[in-house]
Each structure stands twice: as structure tokens, then as C-alpha cells.
């Protein structure tokens, strides 16, 4: 049984790694979605502006990076940022910019429900559309483990709750990876 399970998380990762590595190299897979994505601009910076106000002189960690535009943004306003992300060549890339702009950042490849991190050690850890990826429960337990006592979690997600959002998923599921899942109160209790 323990076998199955795992050779299950491992056929997971491995198809996020794909879906995601296909993604960074080929932007346009989603081109046509963007403007649907761009009705959340006041959302997104929302989350950016709580995310500067809390990172000054602090050890951020943000989940499932991508093109790490957060991480960028976040480092000009004094915050020790490190990403993580399960693809190996969007992390390639973000080394690659942040050493062409003189920043310092720590990049690793990573899979968020197991961090190599020790215990206690961000004040915050973050992420934009990552957690409905994972397998809650997991990152949840990781997430905990690796924050200090009076850390934060911040993280902007879809949810499970929007007809339309659920009607729109349901006619594009190419545009997504098999396994993910918009978050529900299940998740979030």
C-alpha cells in the first residue's frame, strides 16, 4: 500500500513538473485566458500591497514561484526573499535574472509538501495560485513546521465556490494540470 501511495505523490509532482516546465517554456498555452485572469487585478494587488506592508527585514519563502515577479517586487522593499518551484527551468531562469539584476535571491527546485528547510525558519510563507495544487493537508503540515511561532501565511487562491468560475474550468481543463483543484471549505478548515 505504502508503495502504491507513493509511486501516486510521484506520478503528481511529476505531471505538475511537466504541465509547468511545458508552461515557462511556452507562455502562449494560456494566452487566451489572460483577459478572464485579468478581472482579478484588484485582488492580486491587494495581495501584493499586504505582502509589502509585512516584509520589511523578514525571512519570506514564497511557494510555487513561477516567473517570480512577487519575489522580485518583494526584494526592492528590503524583504529576504527565497522561492521555491517544481520546475526546474522556470528556477534556472529566475537564477538567471536575479544574478543580471544584481539581486540577492535564493531560488531552489522544490516540491512545497516537502520542504528542505529547517523548523522556525520564515517569518512568512507565500504564494499566488499554488496551494490548489498540493495536497492541502501536506503543504499545510510543511508550511507550519518551517514557519516561526508568530509567522504568517499569506496566499491568494481560487475557490470552489463561483458557478462561473467552476463553468469555466470545466470547458478549458486543458489549461490546467489533472490534479489541481480549486480550493472549498473543506480545504481552508
Given amino acids: ?13 511529476n505531471d505538475e513538473r511537466t504541465f509547468f516546465n511545458e508552461y515557462y517554456q511556452n ?32 525571512k519570506m519563502l514564497e511557494l510555487g514561484c513561477g516567473r ?3 519575489l522580485f517586487y518583494l526584494v526592492q522593499h528590503e524583504a529576504i526573499v527565497t522561492g521555491i518551484d517544481i520546475s526546474d527551468k522556470v528556477i534556472l531562469a529566475n537564477k538567471i535574472e536575479a544574478k543580471r539584476r ?21 517569518d512568512i510563507v507565500y504564494g499566488s495560485t499554488i496551494l490548489h ?11 507550519t513546521r518551517v514557519l516561526k511561532p508568530e509567522g504568517k501565511a499569506i496566499f ?17 481543463p486543458h489549461l490546467r494540470t489533472k490534479n489541481e483543484h480549486p480550493l472549498i471549505k473543506k480545504d481552508l478548515e
Avoid: W
Fill in 102 to 122: 544584481n539581486l540577492n535571491i535564493d531560488f531552489a527546485v522544490m516540491d512545497a509538501e516537502s520542504l528542505a528547510f529547517n523548523d522556525n525558519s520564515f
Fill in 133 to 143: 495544487h498540493l495536497d492541502v493537508e501536506k503543504a499545510y503540515k510543511e508550511m
Fill in 156 to 172: 491568494l487562491e481560487p475557490l470552489g465556490h463561483n458557478p462561473f468560475i467552476n463553468l469555466f474550468r470545466r470547458f478549458t
Fill in 1 to 13: 500500500m505504502v508503495l502504491k501511495e507513493l509511486n501516486e505523490i510521484m506520478d503528481r509532482i
Fill in 68 to 70: 517570480a515577479k512577487t
Fill in 27 to 58: 507562455p502562449n498555452i494560456r494566452k487566451s485566458v489572460f483577459k478572464f485572469y485579468n478581472l482579478l487585478e484588484e485582488a492580486k494587488q491587494n495581495y501584493r500591497n499586504i505582502l509589502r506592508q509585512n516584509c520589511q527585514q523578514v
